[in-house]
């Protein structure tokens, strides 16, 4: 038996050509138009309390070509320009906000990293000047030679040019967290702004917006609370990242009852996935690009399809 259900996967969304950063990899509020009549025309647009409803022996039917919308991160695009959109067409979504970035007006480093792809140009260019700043910590952590570094990326990916992938595994998961942070840091503050608390909350949601998304009868889960690789965490640190970002969630009004996790990077582990079936967490969301199958696929690693995967 199958029940197919394919999970879509947003993250910025907005108005891209008239923005102050056009380069940014998102999906313009035109063609998110045209991917939801898409959508409507070939899918039947589900809830995460349907997909909950379905789960176990017993569980309800999906519909046929059953489609979950989720988007992370908690952008101000998904309040300005999403729900409007969402709300029109009677389609309730999944948002997954990192607390950290709301509560405390920071910018993630990831998407310190976007905005500085967005905004440096060439990326060979940008690379070189990675590389240089490395120097500044080559004795103290005992860096590796920057080709070691390099060869780690792959030669393709579905996406990004090389020089890009380069980058992100660089400055997101290959150098020690205090060097890569002090780069980020450098790199954002030269390249984007040095005002990271405005840009913070132009970025993100606010607490306020989010709580509104759930009266609006939208889903609201958690993202983890620092956007933290948390298959790279100990099993103690990965209990204080949920458990902090369900202080959040209990914070907006959401229930425990029907919880779900989207993970940060689609990083998770043994350990964290017994962690949340202690906590009741109902349903965990990744990245592997493939339709969601709820009678074959674990309910905390659900699949996800980028919305690149589908026309627009």
Same mark, same amino acid.
């Given at each position: 038996m199958s029940r197919p259900v394919t999970i879509v996967m947003y993250h910025y969304v907005r108005e891209l050509a008239h923005s102050r950063f056009p380069?940014?990899? %998102?999906?313009?509020?035109?063609?998110?138009?045209?991917?939801?009549?898409?959508?409507?025309?070939?899918?039947t647009p589900v809830a995460v309390e349907d997909l909950i409803a379905a789960l176990g022996p017993g569980g309800r039917d999906l519909p046929p070509r059953a489609l979950l919308l989720t988007f992370d991160d908690a952008y101000t695009d998904h309040y300005v320009n999403v729900l409007p959109a969402l709300l029109a067409r009677g389609?309730? $979504?999944?948002?997954? #906000?990192?607390?950290? &970035?709301?509560? +405390?007006?920071?910018?993630?480093?990831?998407?310190?990293?976007?905005?500085?792809?967005a905004s440096a140009g060439d990326p060979g260019r940008l690379l070189a000047e990675v590389v240089a700043l490395m120097e500044d910590f080559r004795a103290?952590?005992?860096?590796?030679?920057?080709?070691?570094?390099?060869?780690? &990326?792959?030669?393709?990916?579905?996406?990004? #040019?090389? +020089?890009?992938?380069?980058?992100?595994?660089?400055?997101?998961?290959?150098?020690?967290p205090p060097v890569r942070n002090e780069i980020v840091r450098r790199l954002f503050a030269e390249h984007v702004t040095t005002d990271e608390t405005a840009f913070a909350r132009e970025l993100y949601m606010s607490a306020d917006q989010l709580a509104g998304l759930r009266r609006a009868g939208m889903h609201v889960g958690s993202h983890g609370f620092s956007h933290a690789w948390l298959d790279r965490l100990d099993p103690a640190g990965q209990a204080?990242?949920?458990?902090?970002s369900l202080a959040f969630l209990d914070a907006l009004g959401a229930s425990r009852d029907s919880w779900t996790?989207?993970? #940060?990077? %689609? $990083?998770?582990?043994?350990?964290?996935l017994d962690l949340l079936r202690a906590r009741r967490c109902r349903l965990g969301f990744g990245v592997t690009p493939r339709v969601a199958d709820l009678d074959a696929d674990e309910p905390l690693a659900l699949p996800r399809v980028d919305t690149n995967d589908l026309p627009s």
């Open positions: 380069a940014i990899k %998102g999906l313009s509020l035109e063609r998110f138009r045209r991917q939801l009549d898409h959508i409507q025309a070939n899918y389609i309730r $979504g999944c948002f997954f #906000p990192p607390a950290q &970035a709301v509560l +405390e007006h920071v910018v993630l480093d990831v998407n310190k990293i976007h905005f500085i792809l103290d952590y005992d860096l590796a030679p920057a080709r070691r570094y390099l060869q780690t &990326a792959p030669a393709d990916h579905r996406f990004d #040019p090389r +020089e890009v992938v380069v980058i992100k595994r660089l400055l997101q998961r290959e150098l020690p204080a990242e949920i458990d902090r996790i989207c993970y #940060p990077y %689609g $990083g998770y582990n043994a350990s964290l």
